[in-house]
């Protein structure tokens, strides 16, 4: 194993050194304070670090930034602009709020949502078509469309708040154009409260 690590500059993941070697993690804890430590002390890069560089290498081959751009350290509790219309009283800032618009505009837009999951794509939908069909629907949520680094060939539609990255051959569905900053979007039900009201005032 050490003479494969030295060959690629990885090391194993943690289960393949002990598969390889039959050593439990207690024989490697007397003298490392974890795996990575051990990996680090023998000179080699991680697993992750391997993974980190394929997914780089998978945006440079779409032509996207290798540095999708952060919002702020993840830490730090900020908001977006406030809209209104929905119980989200803030746009979304990452992905997990792009999610939750999404799931509150979901039926307005003419959407039925199936199922939302942790793996690629996020989610599974219908849609309704323009010949009145439904049809079903394969949907990845992202921030921004620069970051999605996926094969495109796996999902259909992109929902994201932000549509920054163009041609990456998917739909991409952009919540961002919903609501005007200057004049936020709202729910019929609001308009519809506002011309009683305004026709009551007049009578």
């Not at 060959?7 to 194993?12: H, I, V």
């Not at 080699?44 to 290498?57: G, H, Q, T, V």
């Not at 779409?62 to 989200?88: A, C, H, K, Q, S």
């Not at 949520?141 to 060939?153: I, K, L």
Request: overall charge neutral.
């Amino acid at each position: 194993m050490h003479a494969l690590s030295r060959e690629s500059g990885y090391a194993p993941t943690k289960d393949e050194f002990r598969r390889a070697t039959g050593l439990s993690h207690k024989a490697y804890l007397k003298f490392f304070g974890c795996y990575s430590d051990l990996v680090a002390r023998c000179g080699y890069k991680s697993y992750a670090d391997k993974k980190r560089l394929a997914k780089l290498e998978r945006r440079r081959a779409m032509n996207l930034p290798l540095d999708p751009p952060t919002i702020t350290d993840r830490n730090e509790l900020v908001f977006g602009d406030p809209i209104r219309g929905y119980d989200l009283l803030h746009a979304p800032t990452n992905e997990q709020g792009v999610v939750m618009l999404f799931g509150m505009m979901a039926k307005k837009l003419g959407f039925l949502i199936e199922v939302v999951r942790t793996g690629y794509p996020d989610c599974e939908a219908k849609r309704k078509c323009d010949d009145g069909l439904w049809r079903r629907t394969r949907v990845e949520f992202e921030y921004a469309t620069s970051r999605f680094d996926h094969d495109p060939a796996g999902c259909d539609l992109i929902v994201c708040w932000d549509d920054d990255a163009k041609n990456l051959g998917v739909e991409v569905l952009e919540l961002k154009k919903f609501f005007d900053k200057e004049a936020p979007a709202q729910t019929p039900a609001q308009t519809q409260d506002q011309t009683s009201g305004a026709a009551h005032a007049a009578a």
